[in-house]
Structures are given as structure tokens and as C-alpha cells.
């Protein structure tokens, strides 16, 4: 779990974000919603929930644009566009993706199993946004446990305590049951956010969207 500190003691909104590390859309769509936070004037508590692209990738991962071209059909030339937009996007946003030809999709069972425990440790946002950044600024193997690791201590947490979670599988059967609980609700892609607990935006949908939708919940708890 993750609360930001809202605006001068102002309302929060609980929003619950189920996404993967290896969704560059996810990113995206979380600093678009930090500029709408800003614009509305409202703090956050922000919930993040395991979902996995790729469930069946093996250990070794797969290069991007294989991944890309056998998964979605498109030719390199349309990946290579995707990969720019994305890039232009981020930066726009203040997100620097560094893809290059050599950029892996990888598994991410045991970073959501790390989650779910930094969630209990209240250190879950700063190590998503710490996963993210691993991945797609600095290219590093978010499936090795020696990297999962050295990330989880960059924002506080207990490295033997890390390791024991992966060692032991201490979170895999409660990580799964999160999968399948959002699966069933019809959660297919992401990122997908719930606001407030009662309304779902999936997909990136961009800052006025999110402010629109933040500005909905707060005008009904206004009205309760």
C-alpha cells in the first residue's frame, strides 16, 4: 500500500492499479495520473495488484521484438514505431525509456510476489516505480533474484527478508489468488484502475481523463 500526502490535509482517493512490470502502458498511465492528482488537487492511496502478460515466459524471458512480432504479428518496422511513440510519451511524462535491441520481456511471478510483501512493509509504490525503472531505464533482468534483491534495498527493504520471501514462496499462493480475483472480474489487460472502489478506466487513458474521474468520486463523497 502507498499513501501519498494529500494537498494541505485535502480529500484522498483510494485507487487501485492492477498491472505488470513488463507493461510499459502501465507506467505511462500511472504518471498520467500523477498529473491528474495535481490538477484536481487531491492526494492518493494507491493499491498495486499483480497481473502477468506473459504468465508461461520462460526463465531465459525473450527478446522484445521476437515477443512483439510473435505475439501481436506486427512487422519490425510497426514495433519500431511502437517503441518510439512510447519513448516520446515517457518523456513527455518524465519517464525515459530506454529500449534498444536488446530489451528482454522476462517473468514477472516473483517481482509480484515481491510486491505483494513490500505491501505489508508499506514500501510497495516505491518499489514498483523502483521495478519499473530497472526494467525499462536500465534494461536490468527483473525475473534474477540477485537484482530483485539489490532493487528491494534501494527503497529500504530488508535484503535476508527479501530473499526468504522468494526462497520460501511465503507469497506465490496469495500472488496467484490476487491474479485470479481480477480475472474474474473481467480485468484482460492493463493498466486497469479502480477509483474509489467502484469505478474501472483501463488502458492509459491520460491525464484529463483520470482528473475527470477523480473529480467524480470527490463530487459524490461531497454529495453522501
Known sequence: ??????PNDGPVVQIDIVS???CPWCIVGYK????????????AYIRWHPFELNPAMPPEGQNLREHITEKYGSSAEQSAQARQHLSA??????FEFNFNDDSRIVNTFAAHQLLGWAQSKGAQHPLKMALF???????KDVS????????AETVGLDRAEADQVLVSGSQAEETRAHEQFWT??????????????????TGAQGAPTYAQMLQKVLNEKDAA
Open 1 to 6: 500500500m502507498s499513501e501519498s500526502t494529500p
Open 20 to 22: 505488470d512490470v513488463m
Open 32 to 43: 498520467q495520473l500523477e498529473q491528474a492528482l495535481g490538477m484536481v488537487g487531491v492526494g
Open 89 to 94: 510519451l515517457g518523456k513527455e511524462l518524465g
Open 133 to 139: 525503472a530497472a526494467h525499462f531505464q536500465q534494461g
Open 144 to 151: 534474477d533474484t540477485d537484482v530483485l534483491l539489490d532493487v
Open 184 to 201: 474474474s472480474r473481467g480485468v484482460s489487460g492493463v493498466p486497469s484502475m479502480i477509483f474509489d472502489g467502484r469505478y474501472l478506466l
